[in-house]
């Protein structure tokens, strides 16, 4: 855990000192990492016999919270929606 908080605290570090230059390659390095990362991830759940042989049950209830989280998500931004066009509205009219 130690490693980790160094880790991002020398990211932050970097990142405050090179702030005034123009790192534009960092976003390619970044998704080349998310892309070996994820690769690597598949390997080990692929390896896996416990995970593979509970697949069908995992994937279900994967698919339930994305639904869930998605209808939540549409929910939620609909109402918002709804308050502030409504203050949008009281505050046109006066």
Do not use: P
Request: no cysteine.
């Amino acid at each position: 855990m130690v490693l980790i908080i160094a880790l991002m605290l020398s990211g932050i570090l970097v990142g405050y000192l090179f702030k005034k230059k123009k790192i534009t390659w960092i976003s390619r390095v970044i998704t080349l990492l998310i892309w070996v990362l994820l690769f690597l991830l598949g390997i080990d759940v692929g390896s896996n016999q416990a995970i593979m042989s509970g697949l069908h049950t995992i994937g279900l209830e994967a698919l339930v919270i994305t639904v869930g989280a998605v209808l939540g998500s549409v929910v939620g931004a609909r109402l918002l929606w709804k308050w502030i066009n409504k203050d949008l509205k009281e505050e046109a009219r006066q």
